[in-house]
């Protein structure tokens, strides 16, 4: 990358990875994603046009040049929502780097990204959910280990929280109330109802843990005192999955999805869902009412008279 960079061009992108994460509140594991993605950009055209890529060389790219980078991409075997994610990136910085440099990025703006097929979210029934709960619990012979991971697998449900966020949570979180204040990606807050069966699993938890739980400890702790690592967490439901002979996608990221969609089936409201998931976007969000469609249609077919 130093090679790839004039001086000038690094401290660009220095300024604009600052940018993100001041304004944008983008999260370490995005600035290190955006860092990736644009160096990789770089690299490229210098390969491209042999030489270092200065301001200059940076402001004058083309279309032919972006769509040599995409060739270069898919020849490299890049999926269709890599180059895509890529892609934003670089135009993410070249927004920046244009209003900065004062040139015109309109080559760079109007590459387009392949399509792709978005993923849906793949949820569990209610009873596979209730099952993968109860068959967490019963994978480790220390009884205040099962039921750590059984209160990080109920709050991932009953409250809807990413993985990250449980496990982000302090002994200053507890006892929890109604609700819960949640710091989710991009440092975005939400609040959070608690239902009494999410309470009530960290509760029991909370008896049976060896260590002692102050203000600025994590809540949820590894064998030997430490924060719990994600990893235990996903190897534990990859472990009860299997032996409910649940698919792949029952994950633990898939109980937050269950959250959702089971909500939504309730008539849960779609805004009102987005606040719960802490989704800046409601489009995300609407990925489950595909997914609910689905299910709709599967109930229609099988129960209704003239379908069968």
């Known amino acids: ?167 982000g949570l302090t002994g200053a979180d507890w006892p929890f109330g109604e609700s819960l204040r949640i710091l989710g990606k991009g440092g975005k807050e939400r609040i959070v109802p608690v239902i009494p069966v999410s309470r009530r699993a960290v509760e029991t938890y909370l008896k049976l843990c060896p260590f002692e739980i102050t203000p600025t400890s994590p809540l949820f702790r590894g064998a030997r005192g430490g924060k719990l690592n994600a990893r235990l967490i996903q190897s534990v439901t990859e472990k009860a999955r299997m032996q409910l002979g649940l698919p792949a996608s029952a994950t633990p990221h898939a109980m937050r999805h269950s959250f959702a969609t089971h909500l939504l089936s309730a008539g849960g409201d779609l805004r009102a869902i987005q606040e719960l998931l802490g989704h800046a976007s409601l489009s995300t969000t609407q990925a489950y009412t595909s997914v609910d469609s689905v299910h709709l249609m599967k109930v229609y077919e099988a129960t209704h008279p003239k379908a069968r």
Not at 10 to 15: H, K, V
Not at 65 to 82: E, N, T, V
Not at 108 to 113: C, E, G, N, T
């Open 1 to 167: 990358m130093s090679l790839a960079l004039t001086p000038a061009a690094r401290d660009a992108l220095q300024g604009w990875l600052d940018h993100a994460r001041a304004l944008k509140n983008a999260s370490e594991n995005t600035i290190t994603a955006y860092r990736a993605d644009v160096a990789e950009f770089i690299a490229f055209q210098t390969m491209h046009h042999a030489e270092p890529q200065g301001l200059k060389p940076l402001a004058r790219v083309t279309t032919p040049d972006m769509r040599a980078f995409m060739a270069h991409l898919h020849a490299g075997g890049a999926a269709p929502r890599s180059m895509a994610r890529k892609l934003s990136a670089v135009k993410s910085f070249y927004r920046w780097l244009s209003e900065r440099e004062g040139f015109e990025p309109t080559a760079v703006l109007s590459a387009r990204a392949p399509k792709f097929q978005k993923k849906l979210p793949r949820p569990l029934t209610e009873d596979a959910a209730r099952a993968m709960i109860d068959t967490v619990e019963m994978q480790s012979r220390e009884g205040w280990i099962g039921a750590r991971d059984a209160a990080v697998v109920t709050l991932l449900y009953g409250c809807g929280l990413r993985i990250s966020e449980a496990l």
